[in-house]
């Protein structure tokens, strides 16, 4: 049985801003960061199908420090997807809509989970992660 994270998201900015932090390898460093020691994580991510991608941070005893992933869609500023292997590998994909006034909502769909303290797992990293997205938009 595979489980599905869905979380969403609401940001006072632009759906252009908040795509380009999705997207753009320097500015995701600055976000998706290390739960752990909340050092950043390295990565060569390119909003590009096909492409293969790593996110990199210090290893340690429970984990290698490696996230592997491959782009699945990129439908900008709208739609964008891509598989997360860290052990198990799940897809996740973004949906960016302006909500007008100046707000864009980000719905996360995480599929491939295999069971409930991964998907406990996921949604603390993605809601810390999330956390940390605001202050990149707000810079």
Not at 43 to 70: A, L, S
Not at 106 to 133: F, V
């Amino acid at each position: 049985m595979s489980l599905t994270l869905t979380l969403d998201f609401q940001y006072k900015t632009s759906i252009e801003k908040l795509w380009s932090a999705l997207t753009d390898s320097s500015k995701l460093a600055k976000w998706v960061a290390n739960i752990h020691t909340g050092q950043a994580m390295e990565n060569d991510f390119k909003p590009v199908v096909g492409h293969h991608f790593q996110f990199r941070t210090q290893p340690t005893e429970w984990w290698n420090g490696i996230i592997d992933g491959e782009v699945l869609i990129v439908d900008a500023p709208n739609r964008l997807s891509y598989t997360w292997a860290s052990g198990e590998k799940h897809t996740v994909t973004w949906t960016l809509q302006d909500l007008g006034d100046g707000k864009v909502n980000l719905h996360l769909e995480q599929t491939g989970i295999s069971n409930a303290q991964a998907l406990g797992g996921a949604k603390y990293g993605w809601s810390n992660w999330c956390g940390e997205l605001e202050k990149v938009l707000e810079q």
